[in-house]
T-cell receptor, first 115, second 113 residues
Framework: DQQVKQNSPSLSVQEGRISILNCDYT??????FLWYKKYPAEGPTFLIS???IKDKNEDGRFTVFLNKSAKHLSLHIVPSQPGDSAVYFC??????????????WGLGTSLAVNP | NAGVTQTPKFQVLKTGQSMTLQCAQD?????MYWYRQDPGMGLRLIYY???????DKGEVPNGYNVSRLNKREFSLRLESAAPSQTSVYFC????????????FGPGTRLTVT
């Protein structure tokens, strides 16, 4: 059973517009969330993260919003660029016991930014 | 810094053959991980090593063994490859402390016929 869900397998956006990628989770014990970007034939690269004590984190064109009551987070990319075309993965720390560093991953959303 | 390196990039095995996937990181990270990625399945953790000298099973450890050779290197061994192990394998590492982000290698594409 997927504990981290990315319900949209794909998303298409026009260059310059906003891209919004969504992620839902089921376990209220998750306390840290990350977004990764993956190009074909490469490993995932870290984009941005957010702790459960915050509801927003911003880094340049990328902003992550966390809604704990809805168990939902979203990644906003503004403005979207063709180079942002990639698969985006949402991940969460499985539990906050001890020094657990394992992540639980969503299945990814493929973003296409059209020129 | 090379970051996380993996060898080989590609490999084709026959059923029953064995091989070792190599991973090394030069970021002085404590923790290292092996994942596999299959179409429609996302990233699944095979084994991880929280620190040098320790290894633990992840979500899908059957058919694999690992060795944390030293702080830099973490290898994954397939003793008797099966077609179900055809996948892309990623190694990752993360530092100790509050930051949880993992840094990934470029992957090994393995085909078992």
């Amino acid at each position: 059973d997927q504990q981290v869900k990315q319900n949209s397998p794909s998303l298409s956006v026009q260059e310059g517009r906003i891209s919004i990628l969504n992620c839902d989770y089921t376990n209220s014990m998750f306390d840290y969330f990350l977004w990764y970007k993956k190009y074909p034939a490469e490993g995932p690269t870290f984009l941005i993260s957010i702790s459960s004590i915050k509801d927003k984190n911003e880094d340049g064109r990328f902003t992550v919003f966390l809604n704990k009551s809805a168990k939902h987070l979203s990644l906003h990319i503004v403005p979207s660029q063709p180079g942002d075309s990639a698969v985006y993965f949402c991940a969460a720390r499985g539990n906050n016991a001890g020094n657990n560093r394992k992540l639980i991953w969503g299945l990814g959303t493929s973003l296409a930014v059209n020129p | 810094n090379a970051g996380v390196t993996q060898t080989p990039k590609f490999q084709v095995l026959k059923t029953g053959q064995s091989m070792t996937l190599q991973c090394a990181q030069d970021m002085n990270h404590n923790s290292m991980y092996w994942y596999r990625q299959d179409p429609g399945m996302g990233l699944r953790l095979i084994y991880y090593s929280a620190s040098e000298g320790t290894t633990d099973k992840g979500e899908v450890p059957n058919g694999y063994n690992v060795s944390r050779l030293n702080k830099r290197e973490f290898s994954l061994r397939l003793e008797s490859a099966a077609p179900s192990q055809t996948s892309v394998y990623f190694c990752a590492s993360s530092e100790a402390g509050r930051r949880l982000e993992q840094y990934f290698g470029p992957g090994t594409r393995l085909t078992v016929t």
